[in-house]
Each structure stands twice: as structure tokens, then as C-alpha cells.
């Protein structure tokens, strides 16, 4: 069974330009979730899908972030303008269920997208 | 903000069995543990996760304690493998994953 995985592994972009992040999800699971961890902090929830729904998307920092999820299968995240603070590991994860308790409530990550802003 | 608490770091040498505290003084009666590691260069995986009674699976054992603030992770026997940042969560049903600092783990051959 393959794994989440995500595109690109690493971006470079100036300041201002545009940048937009993949996540592909293990089939079957309804739920997705983007994470990042921006240099020296802790890893952050950003937002939470199910389906093409945004069920939880809190934690996002600003209007420059868009998440999509359209057909509930992959998952975009754009940023637009980049700015230098930024730059940081995003995670997407995904898993069954959200809810249960049970063992399909695990969130299965991707290996992350290094997002640098010069 | 994460509603638990770790030490920073803890060493072990392989072989031997690893015992990683954690402190979730706030639970409530619904509130899940989970615990997920990150290998270097790598996204967090799930460890083990647990309400009220002591867990295991293949990959560790999960001690709760009775009044539920605080919980272990041990691995049985360390290896080299095993050497990561330990995420102890304290988790609201079908929200997102809070992560804090973590434990990281050295093991030493």
C-alpha cells in the first residue's frame, strides 16, 4: 500500500513569488491534514479536510494560505505572496477516520515539503 | 498550546529497555494519549495510543497511570533504529494532533 506522499520535497522561491504544495493521501481515507514546522518551533496544525470539506482549518496563519481538496482526493496548498517567514516543513497526513478511538484514527505522514523563502 | 509535558532528552543504550515519561495533568475522562515519533529527515509515525488500560503493540507498551496524568512509553529494546523525537499527545477525539517539544531519544551501540 503506498504511502501519503507529497510534492515537491524541497522549493526555493523568492520572496513574493507563489508556491503551491502537493499532498496525495493513502486511498480510502476521508481525512487530511496539513501540518507545518517553521524553523525552531514546534510541529503546527494547520488544517483538517474530510472529504473536500474543511472541517477544521484554525490554525491557519493568514488569508496568503489556501488549502484545497477538490473531489476529496489530493490536496493543494498554495501560498501566495511567500514570505521569508514562511519557510519550514509542511506535513500533510491522513488517516480512515476522525473520532473513533480506534487504530484508524492513526494519521499517516508524508515525508514533508522543505519550503524555503530567500 | 500542548497539554503535555517531557523531558527534552533522554539516552539509552541499544539492548536495553527505554522507559519516556510523560506528563498530561489536564486530561479529561475522554482525552486519548497518543504517542508518534519522528526519525530524522522523516514525518512523525504513530507509536501507540491509549484511554485507560496499559497498551502494547510491536512496536511499544503503553503504561497509563491510574488517575491517568501521567503515562510511560517503553521500548522493550532499544536499537539504533529508535532514535527520534518522542510526541507524547494528549488528544480530543477526531481533532488534530498538538504537538510540543518531545523526548529526544539517543541510543548509543
Known amino acids: 500500500e503506498a504511502g501519503v506522499t507529497q510534492f515537491p520535497s524541497h522549493s526555493v522561491i523568492e520572496k513574493g513569488q507563489t508556491v503551491t504544495l502537493r499532498c496525495d493521501p493513502i486511498s480510502g481515507h476521508d481525512n487530511l491534514y496539513w501540518y507545518r514546522r517553521v524553523m525552531g518551533k514546534e510541529i503546527k496544525f494547520l488544517l483538517h479536510f474530510v472529504k473536500e470539506s474543511k472541517q477544521d482549518e484554525s490554525g491557519m496563519p493568514n488569508n496568503r494560505f489556501l488549502a484545497e481538496r477538490t473531489g476529496g482526493t489530493y490536496s493543494t496548498l498554495k501560498v501566495q505572496p511567500a514570505e521569508l517567514e514562511d519557510s519550514g516543513v509542511y506535513f500533510c497526513?491522513?488517516?480512515?477516520?476522525?473520532?473513533?478511538?480506534?487504530?484508524?484514527?492513526?494519521?499517516?505522514f508524508g515525508p514533508g515539503t522543505r519550503l524555503t523563502v530567500l | 498550546d500542548a497539554k503535555t509535558t517531557q523531558p527534552n532528552s533522554m539516552e539509552s543504550n541499544e539492548e536495553e529497555p527505554v522507559h519516556l515519561p510523560c506528563n498530561h495533568s489536564?486530561?479529561?475522562?475522554?482525552?486519548?494519549i497518543h504517542w508518534y515519533r519522528q526519525l530524522p529527515s522523516q514525518g512523525p509515525e504513530y507509536v501507540i495510543h491509549?484511554?485507560?488500560s496499559n497498551v502494547n503493540n510491536r512496536m511499544a507498551s503503553l503504561a497509563i497511570a491510574e488517575d491517568r496524568k501521567s503515562s510511560t512509553l517503553i521500548l522493550h529494546r532499544a536499537t539504533l533504529r529508535d532514535a527520534a523525537v518522542y510526541y507524547c499527545i494528549q488528544r480530543v477525539l477526531g481533532t488534530a494532533l498538538i504537538f510540543g517539544k518531545g523526548t529526544t531519544l539517543s541510543v548509543s551501540s
Open positions: 489536564t486530561i479529561s475522562g475522554t482525552d486519548y
Open positions: 491509549g484511554l485507560t
Open positions: 497526513a491522513s488517516s480512515q477516520v476522525a473520532g473513533a478511538g480506534s487504530r484508524r484514527e492513526e494519521q499517516f
